[in-house]
Each structure stands twice: as C-alpha cells, then as structure tokens.
C-alpha cells in the first residue's frame, strides 16, 4: 500500500471511530470506543494532541446515564489525590507516582488512585511506605463514580493517566466543575492525550513538550517539571571542580518507539561517536535491537553496542550509575532530567 493510500484508510477508520462514539447512545460503550480512538491517536503519532470536543460530548453522555451516580462532591479539604491508570515496574513513568506519594507521606490524607492496573512489585512497595492506595474495580460509568467516590473531599488532582483514559479525563472535567483543582502530568507529551483540556496546570517533562505545546496551541498554563532523578545518586560521576570527565560509557534510556528514524536517527550518532572514540560503548534501555532501523549499527558495531531492553527500574538506575555520559533518547525525547 503506498503511504497516501495508507494515511487515507488511517484517517477514515479514525474519523469512523470518533463519529460512532459520539453517535452511540450507551454511554459505556461510547467510553469503550473513545478509548480505542485514543489509543489510535496515541500509538500513531498523527498530529492531532487532543480532542476537547470529543471529552465535552462524552460528559454529556455520562451525566445524563442512568448509571452515573455521584457522590457530594463540593468538600475541599486539604487532600491530593494521584490519579494513575497503570503502575508498572519499568522507566520512570511509575517512579515518578511512587515518589509523589512518598513525598506526601507526612500527610496520611494523601491518595493514590489507580483506575486500570498495578504491578505486584509496585502494590509491595506502597505498601511498604504505607501509601495510601486505591485500585479500582470497575469500568466505564461505573468507574467514573469510583473515582469521584475517592477524589469527592480532595482540593487537588494529579492526573498522571495514559492517553487514551477517557474516564479519567471526564471525571477530572467533572471535579473540576465542583471546584477542584486539576494538575495534568503530561508525561506522554509527545502524543495525544485526553485530560489536558480540563487542567489547570499542564506539567510539561521536556523542552519537547514545552515547544510541541506551543506549536499545537495546547491548554494555556504550564509549569516546567521533568522526571525528577535524585543526583546524589549519581554525584561520585561529577568531579570536585562540578565538571562530568568524558568517560567511555554511554547510556541513553527511552521506549523503543522514541529511537526510530525521522529527520534526525540516533544510530549515526552512534557511528559518529564510535568513529571518534572506538573504546566506548553504548548501551540503550527501552529497544531490543531487533526494531529494524538498528539493524545496521548492530552488524558494524558488535558489542559496543548494547541494546538492554526494558529493564525494572531498580535495574535501570544501577545502568544509569554506570555512566559517564547519558545522552537523552531522539528524534523523541524521554524527558529525563538529565539534559
């Protein structure tokens, strides 16, 4: 299929999508469908960063259903909830929950709720801290209610959800009529999302973010925040003048997606880097090597190479400690801290 036809059919099956959502008078299943139109909007990166209209009609939809049942939702007290949709051992994404809470937890009336999925490792840990948790149960309208259940007497809330969580989204919208105060954790700010129409706040991790914010005319305020990394973890790379020596490891860390060719591709940067200085060795956290545009560095550059894989994030770090030099992942940026 030439690339005309393709982004034709794509865009036709899309525009289907969104239009059965809105046209479906079960509210649960309008949900389901948004979900898929979001998780399309998502995963192909097609220029499109949001949808508002599509969230304000799936409200509509919501209120007006027979299951939507809500608590009283006007108590402002001085509670954060953190809104998750799933937590998993692996990058930075769930850390950054983790220490959130860990943050607040001189304050037990503190909360993280999670609406889809926890890892095992990550339920120990919290409760380990003795965080506060909640994992829903439930789904489409009915999750909704669960989250305004847990969120209805807290002033302020964190929405750090995947892209496609529509009920996440909505029953922010909802919150925020009732007064609350909405934080929206752009972590996926390279694509698509909902949630971010209703925010208060946009907490953007990158510079990518910042620009791609600018350029697509996103929600109005923002605050800058990155993915937080602890450098006393790291201080014994930086010497006692403040300046990092270049030493021969390099790391770079980022979904494997992130690393695939557009106008810039990270493995000529490789082949300069290696030219220049054959002693290094590059090791990648998020891609396998088998992603077809590393086929070429892998074969020239043997086992100075290393592609690690997704890794669990105690993993990750000790492979960060490791390096003398990170080098953040591109043509997408993986908004760590670091640069």
Not at 52 to 61: D, F, I, Y
Not at 69 to 78: D, Q, R, T, V
Not at 148 to 170: F, G, M, T, Y
Request: net charge neutral; glycine share 6%; with cysteine.
């Amino acid at each position: 299929m030439n690339p005309n036809s393709f982004l034709n059919s794509y865009s036709h099956l899309v525009r289907h999508i969104r239009c059965a959502a809105i046209k479906e008078r079960n509210a649960n299943v309008a949900l389901s469908l948004a979900w898929v139109y979001g998780d399309f909007r998502w995963f192909n990166h097609d220029g499109v960063y949001q949808d508002a209209e599509l969230e304000n009609k799936l409200q509509v939809k919501v209120l007006e259903s027979k299951l939507y049942s809500p608590p009283y939702l006007y108590g402002n007290s001085n509670v954060t909830i953190v809104l998750a949709t799933e937590l998993y051992n692996q990058g930075g994404h769930s850390a950054v929950a983790v220490n959130w809470m860990n943050l607040f937890s001189d304050e037990k009336n503190h909360k993280l709720v999670v609406t889809r999925s926890i890892d095992y490792s990550i339920i120990n840990s919290l409760v380990e801290d003795k965080v506060d948790f909640h994992l829903c149960s439930s789904k489409g309208v009915q999750l909704i209610n669960e989250i305004l259940a847990c969120a209805a007497l807290a002033d302020r809330i964190v929405l750090h959800i995947h892209p496609s969580d529509i009920e996440s989204a909505i029953a922010a919208k909802i919150l925020q009529n009732a007064g609350k105060k909405i934080f929206f954790y752009n972590h996926a700010d390279h694509a698509f999302s909902y949630g971010i129409s209703c925010s208060n706040i946009v907490c953007e991790i990158s510079a990518y973010g910042v620009s791609l914010r600018n350029r697509s005319k996103r929600v109005g305020i923002y605050s800058f925040l990155g993915i937080p990394i602890s450098f006393r973890t790291f201080s014994k790379k930086i010497s006692s003048d403040g300046k990092g020596a270049l030493g021969s490891k390099i790391v770079s860390c980022g979904s494997a997606y992130k690393y695939a060719p557009d106008k810039v591709f990270f493995g000529d940067f490789i082949d300069d880097l290696l030219l220049c200085k054959p002693d290094a060795t590059v090791s990648i956290v998020g891609p396998t090597g088998k992603e077809p545009w590393w086929c070429a560095n892998a074969l020239r550059w043997g086992d100075s190479v290393q592609f690690l894989g997704v890794l669990p994030h105690d993993e990750y770090v000790k492979v960060l400690q490791s390096a003398d030099v990170y080098v953040d992942s591109f043509p997408l940026t993986g908004g760590t801290a670091f640069p």
